[in-house]
């Protein structure tokens, strides 16, 4: 005994230099640990190194590093080591995470796209979802706002395949359900990967839920080790990806005229009138206003902080995270006069505590704790045309740059002459704010119990979790919208109120709203096994899965009533020498949104692959290729995401209408009948196709995924067209719609590295076209005016044919039954009858949602360098605006209005003539393919460059690391869409329909220069 004692000192305190790469230098980030020591590891520091001190007594390390082989390391008799790890060119060790639980890349037999936190958190934008543009084949998105707290893309996994109810994919954050709302505000510094499910083989597990896809996000959890503590800190300056150009106030005038006297009307500005507009001697007369400038500021803050430990033994690992997150408005702050805060901003903190508890050797419990507070600030604007300040700044009728000055010589507010408006800086100075408040908690418990006491490879796990959201509101505003405002005579110095009657401002008032709230609990238990015998791997898995959502909201008549879920999944794999591959998956499952026989439903998929690489044949004559795998699958998943109230199938009635008794009239509130119902209706199904290619070269150098689908869905519900309207009363949705949906996506990574040299390239590429294949229409007269055979959310129109360039040519040519005149649009005339009427409509353009999407990574680092971008495009889609957005005395006059149709110009204008009494011409009257832009666009989406201060630096004052680095989100736009209107190309009011109303109203999307450090103790 004594003899063995000094040794075993010695070995359980003995301090391991060493130095860990690969063939291309140095590897910063790879963790070292003492096998079966709790609690004894460390990671390489940004030069490759390491110092450890053994606390055992078996001298073997254990190395791992991702994307390579892990490698164990005897260290018997040395006290310096170095560790050349080798890539794992065949995916030996990469793992995707799919439904209930993760898989190896190299074995797994379905459609799967994933990307990794540290990928994401090198775009600055405040939205989760905004990062992944361009990273994942197969994901579609478009991001219509800007606006600070509500700036989360919409997006969609394969692009969408019915017309009815949410296309939006199912999202589950560790296991358990989000909502869109939820994922937007997740803070990106606490997920670990994100993956997007696509096919029956990894969907089907998802059942009645899983037909639009899945995207599943893992969150940061503690590795064994010393505490490793990150502080990150960010500011960046946000800008307007666009600034529409409005032309002054003489310009205006001038096409205000000339537009006027096309119409035959009086014309409203004198000679005199444009002289003083053009020299601008009458400032408060005869004002000229860019209020685009005026209103918004070049550029606003967003900041972002956060804080996260992590750490752990073999019994207790643990992630804590902190954030806070601040976004300005890039509206200007006016009401600070009035000691308030109006301007748009939002804010969140937010945390987050991963636990895992390893209680015995086989039993092991996990304790999740989310919680964020968000606080959305809007300014009251009481814009007159409803569609928000944005529209009033190109609305014609009520923000012309001659509308009137913003302030008078003394300060007070201006008003026009001769135009009603109520000063738009008044209201933003004087009207307060609108206020909501988000408050979400999440907690999720669960165990683990290995049995391999009853055999090898089983165990069991349960989970419970519980999520509540809170929306209250606060708004501070006058009770009476009215404020002082004169109009102020230059000639006199005489001040004239617009309204003598009101002299003062009323007091604020502070009201309060309780939104909304949310409840959610989960339950899911589970039998898990996973065993090698040899070359054969079996695997299966058995989950029984129960979810109840309740929502009160005054709003929705049956929100206090719980919408549930409850459902059996399965799983079951083999695989052969991780050359021959089948799974098969199913789930059995249901909500309460139907009744009877069609509450529950039965969703299979089988997948199989081959690994063609494994093969003796193949091995030997094409030793440069690491991965062939071929594979497939089939299957059938539902979706009970049908919209509408959560029970279709009831007969509806409601207190509307009124009734008149007595012999003279007496109005009586009556119950009025609705809908009929129908409790024979289900969810929608879709059985989907896919076939997919993975390969590997050059030890991993080169990989490629390739994937083609066809997805077919059926029983979409549909209310019957083919049902004429004397039927007397409104018919129920009957599931009998079918809609077609098929594409390619895929992706291409190289690699490679020349000494301290690293580079690589990533592009992905995504399409997917769909088609209505059975919607019930009335038999139409024509074969062009059917909608079925068409995508969703396509456009009918008119067909452009020019301009009318004469009368002659107008009684010569097919016209609509209300007057035309010359530079009038012309319209083929489809049926030949002579009259420009709906029966010439046709389809035009393509739907606004892209049907092809595409991205290239490009990245390199150089010792403590790295550089990395990523350029995102969108094609093939079709955008339309009318009204405010290019309408002349509808929109104000943009540069385009000068190139409107005249004698001379003919068919060469660019604009129809200026006018005020065409109908024909109207964008939001008669919609036609000359309104529609085939759009495209090309971002430089995101950029970082950093650098990595040298060890030697940051050492002597106490820190591990320090990073510095600067990036950017949405830098530069190559768009064809500004040749026309003047909107961002991802603007739309609609998902997927060009049929919108046209009024430009969204907030601007933004460009983000940030510039960020991280310091790690």
């Known amino acids: 005994m004594v003899f063995f004692l000094p040794g075993l000192i010695f070995a359980q305190g003995k301090v391991i230099k060493g130095l860990v790469k690969d063939s291309g230098g140095p590897l910063p980030g790879a963790t070292i640990t003492e096998k079966g020591v709790a609690g004894s590891g460390t990671q390489t520091s940004s030069d490759g190194r390491f110092q450890l001190t053994l606390k055992g007594k078996g001298n073997i390390l254990v190395v791992k590093s991702l994307g390579y082989i892990s490698q164990e390391v005897n260290v018997a008799n040395k006290q310096e080591v170095t560790v050349n790890l080798v890539v794992d060119a065949k995916g030996l060790e990469e793992v995707v995470v799919v439904g209930f639980g993760k898989q190896k890349k190299i074995t797994n037999t379905g459609a799967v796209s994933s990307i990794s936190g540290s990928e994401i958190r090198q775009n600055p934008s405040a939205s989760v979802q905004n990062t992944l543009a361009g990273r994942l084949p197969g994901f579609f998105t478009q991001q219509r706002s800007g606006q600070p707290g509500k700036d989360g893309a919409d ?139 005026t209103l918004m500021d070049r550029s606003s803050l967003i900041s972002r902080n956060n804080l996260d430990i992590s750490g752990g033994t073999e019994s207790v690992k643990y992630f804590v995270s902190m954030g806070y997150l601040w976004q300005n408005g890039a509206l200007k702050d006016f009401s600070a006069k009035s000691d308030v805060n109006s301007k748009h901003y939002y804010k969140r903190y937010n945390f987050r505590s991963n636990l895992d508890v390893q209680a015995t050797k086989t039993l092991s419990f996990r304790l999740d704790m989310t919680g964020r507070f968000g606080e959305t600030n809007d300014p009251i604007t009481n814009s007159p045309n409803g569609n928000g300040l944005i529209g009033e700044i190109y609305s014609y009728n009520f923000l012309p740059p001659f509308a009137y000055a913003p302030y008078n010589p003394d300060g007070s507010f201006a008003t026009g002459s001769n135009l009603g408006g109520v000063n738009v800086i008044g209201r933003l100075t004087t009207q307060g704010y609108e206020r909501s408040y988000d408050n979400d908690l999440n907690i999720t418990f669960g165990g683990t119990q290995k049995l391999d006491m009853l055999t090898s490879g089983l165990s069991a796990k349960a989970l419970i979790s519980y999520a509540s959201a809170q929306v209250n509101g606060r708004s501070l505003k006058r009770s009476n919208t009215n404020f002082p405002m004169y109009y102020y005579n230059q000639e006199t110095g005489v001040y004239t109120p617009k309204d003598a009657t009101v002299y003062r401002l009323p007091p604020y008032v502070i009201t309060r709203s309780a939104n909304g709230a949310s409840r959610t609990t989960n339950v899911q238990a589970s039998l898990n096994y996973d065993r090698t015998f040899g070359d054969h791997r079996v695997y299966a898995l058995g989950l ?62 089988l997948s199989a692959g081959w690994n063609i690489a494994e093969e003796s044949f193949f091995k030997k004559n094409v030793r440069f290729v690491n991965l062939l795998k071929i594979r497939g699958s089939y299957g059938l998943v539902g979706s009970d995401n049908i919209g509408s109230s959560k029970f279709v199938y009831e007969q509806s009635y409601t207190n509307d209408g009124s009734y008149s008794f007595g012999q003279q009239h007496n109005s009586f509130a009556g119950i009025k009948e609705g809908a009929l119902g129908n409790d024979n209706i289900t969810w929608e199904k879709e059985n989907k196709t896919d076939i997919g290619l993975d390969v590997s070269m050059f030890e991993g150098k080169l990989s490629f995924t390739l994937d083609y689908f066809n997805n077919n869905r059926y029983d979409i519900l549909t209310t019957r067209a083919s049902v004429p309207l004397t039927m007397g009363v409104g018919l129920p949705p009957m599931n009998i719609g079918r809609v077609n949906n098929r594409g390619w996506d895929g992706e291409i990574n190289y690699k490679n590295n020349y000494k301290d040299f690293q580079y ?86 393509s739907p606004n949602l892209p049907s092809t999407v595409m991205g290239l990574t490009l990245g390199f680092s150089y010792k403590n360098f790295s550089f990395n971008m990523l350029l995102q495009g969108a094609y093939d889609y079709s955008m339309y605006f009318a009204s405010e957005a290019i309408e002349p005395l509808s929109s104000n006059f943009q540069p385009i209005h000068y190139q409107a149709w005249t004698p001379e110009l003919g068919n060469n204008a660019k604009f129809p003539l200026l006018g005020t009494n065409s109908t024909i011409s109207r964008a939001n009257v008669s919609l036609s393919d000359f309104w529609l832009v085939n759009a495209k666009y090309l971002r430089l989406k995101s950029m970082e460059i950093g650098y990595q201060l040298p060890k030697s630096w940051v050492t002597p004052i106490g820190f591990k690391g320090i990073r510095v680095y600067t990036n950017g989100y949405n830098l530069i736009t190559w768009t064809n869409v500004d040749k026309f209107y003047q909107a961002d190309p991802e603007s739309t009011n609609t998902s997927g329909s060009i049929n919108t109303t046209g009024a430009i109203s969204a907030y601007p999307n933004q460009r983000i220069y940030n510039f960020g450090v991280t310091f790690s103790l």
């Open 760 to 845: 690589y390239a990533r592009g992905t590429f995504s399409y997917a076209k769909n088609k209505i294949v059975f919607r019930d229409e009335a038999n139409p007269r024509y074969p062009w005016l059917a909608r079925t055979g068409q995508p969703i959310g396509q456009g009918f129109g008119y067909v452009f044919d020019g301009y009318y360039q004469s009368a002659a040519d107008i009684s010569n040519s097919a016209v609509p039954t209300t007057p035309v005149k010359p530079g009038d649009l012309k319209y083929k005339d489809l049926n030949g009858d002579g009259i420009i009427d709906a029966l010439d409509q046709r389809a035009i353009g």
């Open 155 to 293: 997006f969609f996994i394969r692009g969408v395949s019915s017309y009815a109810g949410t296309q939006r994919p199912l999202i589950i954050v560790d296991d358990i359900e989000y909502s869109y709302s939820d994922v937007s505000q997740l803070d990106p510094n606490e997920i670990e990967s994100i993956s997007i499910l696509k096919d029956a083989a990894t969907t089907a597990i998802y059942g009645v839920k899983g037909a639009n896809g899945v995207l599943v996000i893992t969150t940061r959890r503690g590795v064994t080790g010393t505490p490793v503590i990150n502080f990150k800190t960010e500011l960046g300056l946000q800008q307007k990806t666009f600034d529409p150009i409005f032309l002054g106030a003489y310009d205006a005038a001038v096409l205000t005229n000339q537009a006027l006297k096309n119409s035959d009307q009086s014309l409203r500005f004198t000679d005199k009138d444009l002289q003083l507009f053009k020299d601008g001697t009458d400032p408060y007369g005869h004002p000229d206003i860019d209020w685009y400038n």
């Open 544 to 605: 029984y899965n129960q979810n109840s959502y309740i929502q009160n909201d005054n709003s929705v008549t049956d929100s206090s009533i719980p919408a549930n879920f409850r459902g059996m999944t399965m799983r079951t794999g083999y695989d052969f020498k991780q050359k021959y591959l089948f799974e098969f998956n199913a789930a059995y499952n249901g909500t309460d949104k139907f009744v009877g026989k069609k509450r529950y439903g039965w969703f299979p998929a």
